[in-house]
């Protein structure tokens, strides 16, 4: 599966901003995606993922309430929409690809990773 992300940028602390993952390569509706993002000097860590369908959602509990992760299979793509912005969302986002359909929150349940791309919420 190749991803590619995009959609980051430079947004003051309560903004919002909305991420987007295009897929390839294999049939997207097969599996489950995710986001996850790392800090500088930190590891890379989860923010979000959703199954096949889109029926089922995790997200971290930092993140909880302000991100929505959904898909759009039609679309081949994946979105992360951020409200409520906060300084330390700043990180570089990475989108990914799960190795089957079902929903996984860690990295080893994903396979394929896009590019990443960076937030930086200023305060």
């Known amino acids: 599966v190749q991803l590619q992300a995009c959609g980051g940028g430079l947004v003051q602390a309560g903004g919002s901003l909305r991420l987007s993952c295009a897929a390839s390569g294999r049939t997207f509706s097969s599996y489950a995606m995710g986001w996850f993002r790392q800090a500088p000097g930190k590891e890379r860590e989860f923010v979000a993922a959703i199954n096949w369908s889109g029926g089922i959602t995790y997200y971290a509990d930092s993140v909880k309430g302000r991100f929505t992760i959904f898909r759009d299979n039609a679309k081949n793509t994946v979105y992360l929409r951020m409200n409520s912005l906060k300084p330390e969302d700043t990180a570089i986002y990475y989108c990914?690809?799960?190795?089957?359909?079902?929903?996984?929150?860690?990295?080893?349940?994903?396979?394929?990773w896009g590019q990443g791309t960076q937030l930086t919420v200023s305060s």
């Open positions: 990914a690809a799960g190795m089957s359909h079902r929903i996984g929150m860690t990295v080893a349940d994903f396979s394929s």
